[in-house]
């Protein structure tokens, strides 16, 4: 009896310290860890070929996956809001979305160790935003909206589906030439190409959708020319076409792979390089 | 040669060559936007017919691609209707296809709204209203905005962090909508959308002290001092920056520059004088002896919202591409594993 009557304080003593940023930081640190680890394990896999290291491996990325999801929940219960404002938080967000997109991949089609470069991604986001100040910063007003929250988780997941394409693509190019069995055959990895940039698509579509409906509340227009807005248009059209260029039989194969390496440098400068090199008047530079 | 043409405009080829030439110039033209800020910088101040009669016209060179861009759009949109309205002549062969189709109507109807609201709408960018103010709405003869009350919210900093803008808005006296204009919470209304920007404040007159009287007073607009035998000054009207020119005066900003009041003399409520008086020079000759000496002892402030008032008429077309486009793709994602567990690849062309 006594029992029950001291679960309700014992879980909120619970809840207490998982919210603390010491505990955050050390799960994190062991998600990272964990990550490394699948990823050793999945490369050994990929050239010794035991099956107890690609079992291990699965389980060890589950773990730091889940892991990371604990710390994603904590961090989102603490401060109420999705925490995608700052450097730190978009880094930590954009990882689990590639380590989701990863897992997904590894799920379905147990793709192993050709699907690591979007885990190498999610390393080295995860592992340049472990030294930064994790703090929850305030969200602004204009920022308190479910249509943000769906329109960063969409947009990133999108990227993150387009990264997988991307390192479909190259592989694509490499088995041609190779013809390794350690590598899936050319049709397999054409047919996990062609449904990455498929969903990468439909998640990025609704990202725009609702990225325009939240412009015209907050800002009167559903369109902005700033040139942020502009690429993020590119890339929807782009892909787009994409979709279409499956359907074109000299476009299958090769020539979608390197569309898929294309279409990343396009991506690549409408996160990263117009944030860097220049700056722009979207909202959230 | 009917035939031929309709299989043109349905083509799927034709409508990847669209795509790619348009992708391609809008690459090149962002980066002659990002670098020409004077002429590209206030898009999303003006409608795009506006921008087109003004800067795009001024700058024909650096403007070209961006014409080039929308028409491809446009023939893009029109490939895409033509290749939805194919469809619908097989539809109940291919109804499976419902998805992927819903999100062709979509983009056609998000190009038709979009160059719709261009060419129909209007823009206007921080708009000045104080409470209780009025303002016609651009774009929408006979429409007005009132602001009934505004409230800045603060944090426990006292850092301003959103705005409370109470309004209505009226057809001619009739008030057609009242509502709150907030951050994400802007007035909707027949394709005008009101939205906060920023708000500040405006010195409307002085508190001046009249040693003579021995007592202080807050003279704005509207208010009067009164003074011995029946006599009262009103103030008609306020100007913080005013200067005189050929006999008239004007006011040059809305900062505090050479204040000066349009005052009214009264005695027995009978008006015996009435001219401008600017704070700090001489008097005019009519006031000497009243006793009027005012010392300037604070301003007096109101607090005024600026207000984006847009109007898009064709938004809500918009919206129900978005809505199409969203549900297609749930459909056509829901499609493509059926296909997918079906085994069906695509092998077209
Ligand atoms: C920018 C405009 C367009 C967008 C966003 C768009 C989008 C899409 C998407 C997402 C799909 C599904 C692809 C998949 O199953 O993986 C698709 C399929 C298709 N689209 Fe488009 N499309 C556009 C323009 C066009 C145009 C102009 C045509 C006409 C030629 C066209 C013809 C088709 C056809 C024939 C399919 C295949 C449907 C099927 O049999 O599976 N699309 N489109």
């Not at chain 1, 009557?5 to 310290?17: E, T, Y």
């Not at chain 1, 991307?166 to 990895?189: E, H, I, N, R």
């Not at chain 2, 994602?333 to 062309?349: N, T």
């Amino acid at each position: 009896m006594l029992i029950f009557a001291a679960l309700p304080r014992f879980g909120s003593i619970l809840i207490k310290m998982m919210e603390s940023p010491a505990f955050q930081s050390v799960i994190l640190k062991f998600a990272f860890a964990g990550y490394i680890g699948a990823t050793g394990l999945y490369l050994a896999h990929a050239v010794g070929r035991k099956p107890l290291w690609l079992k291990a491996a699965f389980r060890i990325f589950l773990i730091a996956f889940g892991l990371q999801t604990l710390c994603l929940a904590l961090r989102w219960y603490s401060a109420g809001f999705l925490p995608v404002t700052n450097l730190f938080s978009t880094q930590f967000f954009f990882s689990w979305a590639l380590a989701l997109t990863y897992l997904y991949f590894e799920i379905r089609y147990r793709i192993h160790a050709t699907g690591l470069f979007v885990v190498f991604l999610t390393l080295l986001l995860l592992g340049s935003a472990l030294p930064r100040d994790p703090a929850l910063p305030p969200l602004i007003p204009s920022l308190d909206t479910p249509l943000f929250t769906w329109h960063i988780i969409f947009s990133f997941t999108g990227y993150a589906l387009f990264a997988m394409a991307f390192s479909l693509g190259v592989l694509y190019l490499v088995q041609k030439k190779l013809q390794s069995d350690l590598l899936p055959p050319l049709a397999t990895l054409r047919k996990l190409n062609e449904e990455a940039i498929f969903l990468g698509f439909c998640l990025f579509t609704l990202c725009l959708i609702l990225g325009s409906i939240w412009a015209h509340i907050a800002w009167g227009y559903y369109f902005s020319w700033n040139i942020k807005s502009v690429w993020s248009s590119i890339v929807w059209l782009f892909y787009a076409g994409m979709c279409h260029a499956k359907f074109i039989r000299r476009w299958q194969g090769t020539g979608y792979a390197w569309l898929s390496i294309a279409g990343f440098f396009v991506v690549l400068f409408t996160y990263l390089g117009i944030g860097l090199l220049m700056q722009s008047n979207h909202p959230l530079e | 040669m009917l035939q031929r043409i309709w299989s043109t405009l349905c083509s799927l080829k034709l409508a990847i060559i669209l795509a790619s030439i348009a992708t391609l110039l809008a690459m090149g033209g962002s980066l002659i936007m990002h670098f020409n800020p004077e002429v590209f910088g206030n898009l999303d101040a003006t409608t795009l017919s506006g921008w087109s009669r003004s800067l795009g016209k001024e700058h024909p060179g650096l403007s070209s691609w961006f014409y080039a861009t929308g028409i491809l759009i446009i023939l893009l949109a029109i490939n895409t209707a033509c290749c939805f309205i194919d469809w619908l002549t097989v539809i109940k062969a291919r109804w499976r296809k419902t998805g992927e189709y819903l999100i062709h109507l979509g983009f056609v109807l998000v190009v038709i709204a979009y160059f719709w609201g261009s060419l129909a709408g209007s823009r206007s960018e921080r708009n000045r209203v104080g409470e209780g103010e009025m303002i016609p709405v651009k774009g929408m003869p006979g429409y007005y905005l009132r602001l009934d009350k505004f409230e800045p919210l603060l944090n426990e900093r006292g850092r301003p962090i959103d705005m409370i803008n109470t309004v209505s808005l009226l057809e001619g006296d009739k008030v057609v909508k009242r509502g709150i204009v907030k951050t994400n919470t802007p007035l909707l209304h027949d394709g005008l959308v009101v939205t906060p920007a920023s708000f500040g404040r405006l010195t409307i007159g002085f508190e001046l002290l009249l040693p003579s009287l021995g007592k202080g007073y807050r003279l704005t607009t509207g208010d009067a001092i009164p003074f011995a035998d029946g006599k009262r000054l009103v103030a008609d009207a306020f100007f913080p920056d005013a200067v005189r020119r050929n006999g008239r005066v004007f006011n040059r900003s809305d900062n505090v520059g050479q204040p000066a009041y349009l005052l009214r003399l009264l005695d027995n409520d009978e008006t015996v004088w009435s001219g401008w008086y600017f704070l700090g020079r001489p008097q005019p000759e009519a006031l000497q002896g009243l006793g009027f000496n005012p010392v300037v002892r604070r301003p007096v402030y109101r607090t005024v919202s600026y207000l984006t008032i847009n109007r898009d008429p064709g938004s809500g077309v918009a919206l129900v591409g978005g809505i199409f486009i969203s549900l297609g793709v749930l459909f056509a994602l829901f499609s493509f594993y059926y296909k997918r567990s079906r085994g069906d690849r695509p092998e077209i062309e």
